[in-house]
């Protein structure tokens, strides 16, 4: 009786196809005819960079999702 092993290729991890998008921040002082302030200012910068984080982790996790839902088909 011969033991013959089966070699399985090595199946890599496709690199997701993405599309780039781009959106536009505005702030408005509901009509107090006044500048925001630098704090202002870094406050939403920081907020809207955090914001894009957490949208990126739930794009990812939702495909990850997706291919697991496939595999088990």
Same mark, same amino acid.
């Given at each position: 009786m011969?033991?013959?092993?089966?070699?399985?290729?090595?199946?890599?991890?496709?690199?997701?196809?993405?599309?780039?998008?781009?959106?536009?921040?505005?702030? #408005?002082t509901m009509?107090?005819?006044?500048?925001?302030?630098? $704090?202002?200012?870094?406050?939403?910068?920081?907020?809207?960079?955090?914001?894009?984080?957490?949208?990126?982790?739930?794009?990812?996790?939702?495909? $990850?999702? #997706?291919?697991?839902?496939?595999?088990?088909?």
């Open positions: 011969h033991d013959t092993a089966k070699e399985w290729a090595i199946i890599k991890p496709v690199v997701y196809q993405t599309t780039s998008q781009k959106f536009v921040i505005c702030l #408005d009509g107090q005819d006044r500048e925001f302030t630098e $704090d202002q200012r870094r406050f939403v910068l920081t907020t809207v960079l955090a914001f894009k984080k957490a949208w990126e982790q739930s794009e990812i996790r939702v495909m $990850d999702n #997706d291919v697991e839902i496939m595999m088990e088909l």
